[in-house]
């Protein structure tokens, strides 16, 4: 973040934006849904140790035409932890993913997996298939999902 600003405090400061400006009134709760597990498969992981002071980032390739759902997709990951792979695994799922591998440390790891639709590249492998061939078992069972409910919004007096 700019001006040395952590994350947290940003969003400490968008909360009391929004608290003042709009009277928001939020809460808590839960909702059902998949949620992923990630644990390290019996062979162990494949990804190698990321080098001292490497940026972290997740960059997906998609391959096919734009216009139509993606043939296939590569995966580079750099200097990624765990919890950041499960926070993306979640996002890809369409769901909740939490990591669960006892793994510290950020990693370098790379791997492929087909697209979605009766156009997918059947050569590559599913996402999850994908995962468990860099050592990554990814399992989904039905849980609660946390969510915030808004329970009240106002519009803002003119300044």
Known sequence: MDGGLQKAQVIAMLGSLLRERFRLVAAA?????????????????HGTVAAEGERS???LVRHGDNSKPALSYEVTATATSMDELAKWVG??????AVDSTNK?????FT???RGEGPEADSGYLTLRDA???IGVLATSKRGSLPVLRI?????????
């Open 29 to 45: 709760d839960s909702v059902p849904g998949d949620v992923t597990n990630l644990t390290i498969a019996s062979g162990g992981f």
């Open 57 to 59: 980032r997740i960059a």
């Open 91 to 96: 996002r890809e799922l369409g769901g909740m």
């Open 104 to 108: 510290t440390g950020r990693f370098d």
């Open 111 to 113: 791997f492929a997996f």
């Open 131 to 133: 995962l468990r061939q």
């Open 151 to 159: 329970v009240s919004v106002q519009e803002p007096s003119p300044n």
